[in-house]
């Protein structure tokens, strides 16, 4: 089992910077591939980033260029830098484990391991 919780959300003005934390415990390397998804009220949950064991990075469309995703996996964290924000980054962020190995999956439905959530809201 591995346990996932979310930190760092809040209230930033559009333009601002944020960093999510995800603190993992239990048995994380049976998931070598974490992710970020987001699900914004009345949405579906999205993709947002996700990293390989060997730190390789993916980003949405529409992250790209603003986000960065990272790991520690000798303290067991991962992270999300968050620049430039808009409004319509307004949303729940969940993090994410799965234990496929290869290239992360992009869809929620493939991950095992889900925090509990952290809301970021962007005020324009």
């Known amino acids: 089992q591995v346990q996932l919780a979310e930190s760092g959300g809040g209230l930033v003005q559009a333009g601002g910077s944020l960093r999510l934390s995800c603190a993992a415990s239990?048995?994380?390397?049976?998931?070598?591939?974490m992710g970020w998804f987001r699900q914004a009220v009345g949405k579906e949950r999205e993709f947002v980033a996700a990293?390989?064991?060997?730190?390789?990075?993916y980003y949405s469309a529409a992250v790209e260029g603003r986000f960065t995703i990272s790991r520690d996996n000798a303290k067991k964290m991962m992270y999300l830098q968050m620049n430039s924000l808009k409004s319509e980054d307004t949303a729940i962020y969940y993090c994410?484990?799965?234990?496929?190995?290869?290239?992360?999956?992009?869809?929620?439905?493939?991950?095992?391991?889900w925090g509990q959530g952290t809301q970021v809201t962007v005020s324009s």
């Open positions: 994410a484990a799965e234990r496929r190995i290869g290239r992360p999956s992009m869809s929620h439905y493939d991950y095992d391991y």
């Open positions: 990293i390989s064991w060997s730190d390789t990075t």
């Open positions: 239990g048995a994380t390397a049976s998931t070598p591939a």
